[in-house]
C-alpha cells in the first residue's frame, strides 16, 4: 500500500530564508506527484506536477524534484516571503488510468518578518 | 468566478440526518473526485467519477454515496450523520484529454456534526 510521509509537519523560518520541503513515498512506482498549498479556511492550489518521466518542474521561486528510484520529492522555496505561510502538501498518484491521489499530511510552514 | 464551487460552504447538522454536498464546475473536466480532511490523516478519496455513467468507490466509501447529475455536477450524501463524518470535504477535477490529469481543488465544506 502506497504511504505518503511530510517532514517537518511544520516549520518557522525568517522572510528571505530559502527552504526545502520533503515528500516520501513507498511505492517508487508512482504516475505523477503533485504539489499543492492550502491555506486556512480555503481549497488545494495545484503548485507544480511532476510527471514520473520528469525529474523536476519550477514556477518562478518554486522547484519540485522527483527521485523515484529513492521514493523522494522536494519542494525547494527560494527567497522566501511571509506570503509563502502555508500548509505544503504532496500527493502521489498511483496509475494514469485511476488518477487516484494519495496524500501525504503536509507541512505547515510560517514564514516571518 | 471559481472553477470549481461547492455548496454549502459550512454545515451543522445532527446525528442521523442526511446531508447532501454539492460540487460544480465549468472546467469542462471529465473526472470528478470527493475527498475529506481530517487533521493529521490527511486527504482521503471517497469516491471518484470518470463521466456521467461512471461511479467508483474510493479509499473511504463507507457510510457515503454520491450522484453525478451531469458532467458538471458531482453530489456527496450522507444518508444518516453520525459525528466521525466530521471534516473538511473537498471536491476536485481533472481532464483525462490534457493528457496529465493534474487535479484542481474546490474551496471546501467544512461539516460537523453533532
Known amino acids: 500500500k502506497q504511504e505518503v510521509t511530510q517532514i517537518p509537519a511544520a516549520l518557522s523560518v525568517p522572510e528571505g530564508e530559502n527552504l526545502v520541503l520533503n515528500c516520501s513515498f513507498t511505492?517508487?512506482?508512482?504516475?505523477?506527484l503533485q504539489w499543492f498549498r492550502q491555506d486556512p479556511g480555503k481549497g488545494l492550489t495545484s503548485l507544480l506536477l511532476?510527471?514520473?518521466?520528469?525529474r523536476e518542474q519550477t514556477s518562478g521561486r518554486l522547484n519540485a524534484s522527483l527521485d523515484k528510484s529513492s521514493g523522494r520529492s522536494t519542494l525547494y522555496i527560494a527567497a522566501s516571503q511571509p506570503g509563502d505561510s502555508a500548509t505544503y502538501l504532496c500527493?502521489?498518484?498511483?496509475?494514469?488510468?485511476?488518477?487516484?491521489?494519495?496524500f501525504g499530511t503536509g507541512t505547515r510552514l510560517q514564514v516571518f518578518p | 468566478d471559481a472553477d470549481v464551487t461547492q455548496t454549502p460552504r459550512n454545515r451543522i447538522t445532527k446525528t442521523g440526518k442526511r446531508i447532501m454536498l454539492e460540487c460544480s464546475q465549468t472546467?469542462?473536466?471529465?473526472?470528478m473526485y470527493w475527498y475529506r480532511q481530517d487533521p493529521g490523516l490527511g486527504l482521503r478519496l471517497i469516491y471518484y467519477?470518470?463521466?456521467?455513467?461512471?461511479?467508483n468507490k474510493g479509499e473511504i466509501s463507507d457510510g457515503y454515496s454520491v450522484s453525478r447529475q451531469a458532467q458538471a455536477k458531482f453530489s456527496l450524501s450522507l444518508e444518516s450523520a453520525i459525528p466521525n463524518q466530521t471534516a473538511l470535504y473537498f471536491c476536485?477535477?481533472?481532464?483525462?484529454?490534457?493528457?496529465?490529469?493534474?487535479?484542481?481543488f474546490g474551496p471546501g465544506t467544512r461539516l460537523t456534526v453533532l
Open positions: 476536485a477535477t481533472s481532464d483525462l484529454r490534457a493528457g496529465v490529469p493534474e487535479q484542481f
Open positions: 511505492d517508487s512506482a508512482i504516475y505523477n
Open positions: 511532476i510527471q514520473s518521466s520528469q
Open positions: 500527493a502521489a498518484s498511483l496509475s494514469y488510468n485511476t488518477d487516484k491521489l494519495i
Open positions: 472546467k469542462g473536466h471529465d473526472r
Open positions: 467519477s470518470f463521466d456521467v455513467k461512471d461511479i
